[in-house]
Antibody, heavy 121, light 107 residues
Framework: EVQLVESGGNLVQPGGSLRLSCAAS????????MSWVRQAPGKGLEWVSA????????YYADSVKGRFTISRDNSKDTVYLQMNSLRAEDTALYYC??????????????WGKGTTVTVSS | EIVMTQSPATLSVSPGERATLSCRAS??????LAWYQQKPGQAPRLLIY???TRATGIPDRFTGSGSGTEFTLSISSLQSEDFVVYYC?????????FGGGTKVEIK
């Protein structure tokens, strides 16, 4: 069964940094784009960032552009989200999700359980 | 940015009856539309992609339809586990965007 396991979430002060990781297994990782999607407490889903299968192309929501960086290590089947200059409004459960096709701009067919980021002093 | 609007925000339906959820895009997205189900405390699960194709393992009581700017998710004969939240998402253009969700509750 395809699996995604996120880690790295924590409590961090405003202005601080965190790096999230998502370890993938049981599929050909470099064939698929990967996304990060977040959900603030009691709110809906917000797409954050995506990266192509090769890692050559990256995409960001305006709300995180310039502060977050997505990357992947295809030798480790892992995707990362480096989060800098964190704000209270970045507080959310962060999900890693696998693209459903070879295209970068895609629906998401497998989701991890999420990792919690709390930004507070 | 393509804005996705779901209606209603909450839908009250009796078990065994049919639910019809709507999703509207602010501009045409063709059929690049997906539906997800989210149960409390769980990650979203893909139900429908390509506006009308059921994902693997999804029961045939879930039906997606529509194209362009108007989309519908129909759930026939609601089961107890179907009373949760549903989201639509477009992947026609960056940024990817989700609707605000529809909560299906027991009437």
């Amino acid at each position: 069964e395809v699996q995604l396991v996120e880690s790295g979430g924590n409590l961090v002060q405003p202005g601080g940094s965190l790096r999230l990781s998502c370890a993938a297994s049981r599929f050909t990782f470099n064939n698929y784009a990967m996304s990060w999607v977040r959900q603030a407490p009691g709110k809906g889903l917000e797409w954050v960032s995506a990266i192509s299968g090769s890692g050559d192309s990256t995409y960001y929501a305006d709300s995180v552009k310039g502060r977050f960086t997505i990357s992947r290590d295809n030798s480790k089947d892992t995707v990362y989200l480096q989060m800098n200059s964190l704000r209270a409004e970045d507080t959310a459960l962060y999900y890693c999700a696998k693209g459903g096709s070879s295209r970068s701009r895609c629906y998401m067919d497998v989701w991890g359980k999420g990792t919690t980021v709390t930004v507070s002093s | 940015e393509i804005v996705m609007t779901q209606s209603p925000a909450t839908l009250s339906v009796s078990p065994g009856e049919r639910a019809t959820l709507s999703c509207r895009a602010s501009q045409s997205v063709g059929t690049t539309l997906a539906w997800y189900q989210q149960k409390p405390g769980q990650a979203p699960r893909l139900l429908i992609y390509g506006a009308s194709t059921r994902a693997t393992g999804i029961p045939d009581r879930f039906t997606g339809s529509g194209s362009g700017t108007e989309f519908t998710l129909s759930i026939s004969s609601l089961q107890s586990e179907d009373f949760v939240v549903y989201y639509c998402q477009q992947h026609y253009n960056w940024p990817l965007t989700f609707g605000g969700g529809t909560k299906v509750e027991i009437k």
